[in-house]
């Protein structure tokens, strides 16, 4: 990767679904790429055709380090993605209960509601 980034490569490139480089190793949990992407300059916030960002990704699939690290870096807490789910509401859909406090401690908003109006609680 360092490699990679050091001959020039585009950091944020997208593929047909709009998912990055950062967005498949948020989604993998891989921190180091994850931390060395963001100090090239990858977007923190850019989502997927589906609305998903990074935070999302990690929030899903239980990486509580990288989901530390992304909302560190600015990572937006109340980002929804197409169903108008937040990273928090997910987190809780999946009872990821670490990565819930470490959003409840970051000031992420617990009154959002999807589309279907359901809530984090729900």
Do not use: C, W
Not at 18 to 34: I, Y
Not at 67 to 78: D, E, I, S, Y
Not at 98 to 106: E, P, T
């Amino acid at each position: 990767m360092r490699l990679l980034l050091k001959s020039g490569v585009i950091v944020d490139p997208s593929d047909n679904d709009g998912k990055t480089p950062l967005m498949t190793a948020s989604h993998d949990g891989h921190l180091d790429v994850v931390r060395l992407l963001l100090q090239s300059g990858a977007a923190v916030d850019s989502p997927q055709n589906d609305g998903r960002t990074p935070l999302m990704l990690a929030s899903q699939n239980r990486h509580l380090d990288v989901v530390h690290l992304l909302v560190q870096t600015g990572a937006a807490l109340q980002s929804q993605d197409s169903e108008g789910r937040t990273a928090f509401m997910i987190a809780s859909l999946y009872g990821h209960l670490d990565i819930v406090r470490l959003f409840l401690q970051s000031g992420a908003a617990t009154d959002a509601h999807k589309n279907d109006v359901s809530t984090s609680l729900i």
